[in-house]
Nanobody, 121 residues
Framework: QVQLVESGGGLVQAGGSLRLSCAASPTNFSIYTMGWGRQAPGKQRESVAS????????SYADAVQGRFTISINNAKNTVYLEMNSLKPEDTAVYYCNTVAGRSVSSASVYWGQGTQVTVSS
């Protein structure tokens, strides 16, 4: 099992910045990737960014490319999402996720409880 605890959400004006953090507590599991998804009211959850556990191969949704940066601290099992030039359309609940397990073949996706990000115009 893996527990994920997010922090850093809040209210910010358009053009501003926020930094989200997510600490994972795996129990005898290895973490393979960590990432962030978001869900706006009335919309489906979408992937925002992800990164491998060795902090290589970050990937981003087109909507956030160039504005958001994902990074991971392996020693702390913590993933960060630096969000710059925020837009009102970035308003959503942001969920941390991880792919973890005893092996790659048995790994599963785990999700955090979410943190609200609201961008005012």
């Amino acid at each position: 099992q893996v527990q994920l605890v997010e922090s850093g959400g809040g209210l910010v004006q358009a053009g501003g910045s926020l930094r989200l953090s997510c600490a994972a507590s795996p129990t005898n599991f290895s973490i393979y990737t960590m990432g962030w998804g978001r869900q706006a009211p009335g919309k489906q959850r979408e992937s925002v960014a992800s990164v491998t556990s060795d902090n290589t191969s970050p990937s981003y949704a087109d909507a956030v490319q160039g504005r958001f940066t994902i990074s991971i601290n392996n020693a702390k099992n913590t993933v960060y999402l630096e969000m710059n030039s925020l837009k009102p359309e970035d308003t959503a609940v942001y969920y941390c996720n991880t792919v973890a397990g005893r092996s790659v073949s048995s790994a599963s996706v785990y999700w955090g409880q979410g943190t609200q990000v609201t961008v005012s115009s």
